[in-house]
């Protein structure tokens, strides 16, 4: 299995929180999530050529209430 490369990420409080919430949805941990996520969207490039959404450089707008 090959090693796996430690990333230092940082996160806005609010994506944070939402991805956290996202992750205990899914029964994962945050880095589990973001691990999966991350995944998803180089799948999706390499199966089409393209990002998975087309403003993927804007900045996100997270409400969370």
């Given amino acids: 299995m090959a090693e796996k490369k430690q990333v230092p990420l940082r996160l806005s409080e609010k994506l944070y929180n939402a991805i956290a919430a996202w992750a205990e949805d899914d029964f ?11 995944t998803e969207c180089v799948k999706q490039r390499k ?5 998975v959404g087309q403003d993927i450089d804007a900045p996100p707008d997270i409400k969370i209430e």
Avoid: A, M, P, T
Avoid at 47 to 51: E, F, L, Q, S
């Fill in 47 to 51: 199966k089409d050529g393209k990002y």
């Fill in 28 to 38: 994962r941990s945050v880095n589990g999530q973001i691990e999966y996520l991350l």
